[in-house]
């Protein structure tokens, strides 16, 4: 049996924004639910969630229906891609130390 996720209200707030706006690009390509759901491989009942911005809904199935509208499934590639925190952790730790290693 899978272990439940407990979400963050912050990342709730996200995944719903997120399935409002990929309702509004299937309503504004004028292509049904039935359509999206067919051409992305999953039933209606998937894509209903995804556009409630379910957490339940695998990333497989988000990344099939953003890619039925317009490829839009290659943003997926901007999650993460400038990653300012953990650039800012890796440069505190290079000006702790202050030196660069030593040659051998």
């Known amino acids: 049996m899978q272990k439940a996720v407990v979400l963050k209200p ?7 924004k997120m399935g ?9 390509r004028k292509l ?5 759901a067919e051409n992305a491989g999953i039933s209606r009942t998937t894509v209903w969630a995804i ?6 809904v ?6 099939a229906v953003l890619h039925v509208l317009n490829n839009s499934d290659s943003d997926l590639l901007l999650i993460a891609k400038e990653d300012a925190y953990g650039r800012a ?13 030593r040659r051998k």
């Not at 556009?51 to 339940?56: P, R, T």
């Open 20 to 28: 409002k706006q990929i309702k509004l690009a299937r309503l504004r």
């Open 51 to 56: 556009e409630k911005g379910s957490s339940k």
């Open 10 to 16: 912050d990342t709730v707030s996200i995944l719903e």
């Open 32 to 36: 049904a639910v039935e359509d999206v």
């Open 89 to 101: 952790l890796q440069d505190k730790e290079l000006l702790i130390s202050g030196r660069a290693p």
């Open 58 to 63: 695998s990333m497989g199935a988000y990344a």
